[in-house]
């Protein structure tokens, strides 16, 4: 059992940047592939970036490649997403999630979701 809580969220303006946390509790998170996931208001929860246990293999959704950065520090139990050069179109409730086997760009496939931290960008 993986229980994930996401922090860093807020409000920014065009062109800033903000660095989400995703926290994890439990054992094995290094076990783990995890992925960050976007929803914005009256739109399919979208795949934004996603990362394997060792970190050596890392992909990125086309809107945010080169803008954004995912990490994790599994001696910290934690996942990072370094957004720069944020767009108002960037707005949306961002989910952290862990999958049990290898990494995934479906959301369906994970295990295990955190609450969500909202992220809003004012143009």
């Known amino acids: 059992q993986v229980q994930l809580v996401e922090s860093g969220g807020g409000l920014v303006q065009s062109g800033g940047s903000l660095r989400l946390s995703c926290a994890a509790s439990?054992?094995?998170?290094?076990?783990?592939?995890m992925g960050w996931f976007r929803q914005a208001p009256g739109k399919e929860r979208e795949f934004v970036a996603r990362?394997?246990?060792?970190?050596?293999?890392?992909s990125y959704a086309d809107s945010v490649k080169g803008r954004f950065t995912i990490s994790r520090d599994n001696a910290k139990n934690t996942v990072y997403l370094q957004m720069n050069s944020l767009k108002p179109e960037d707005t949306a409730v961002y989910y952290c999630a862990a999958k049990r086997l290898g990494v995934a760009v479906n959301p369906s496939a994970y295990d295990y979701w955190g609450q969500g931290t909202q992220v809003t960008v004012s143009s």
């Open positions: 990362i394997n246990w060792v970190g050596g293999s890392i």
């Open positions: 439990g054992r094995s998170f290094s076990t783990y592939g």
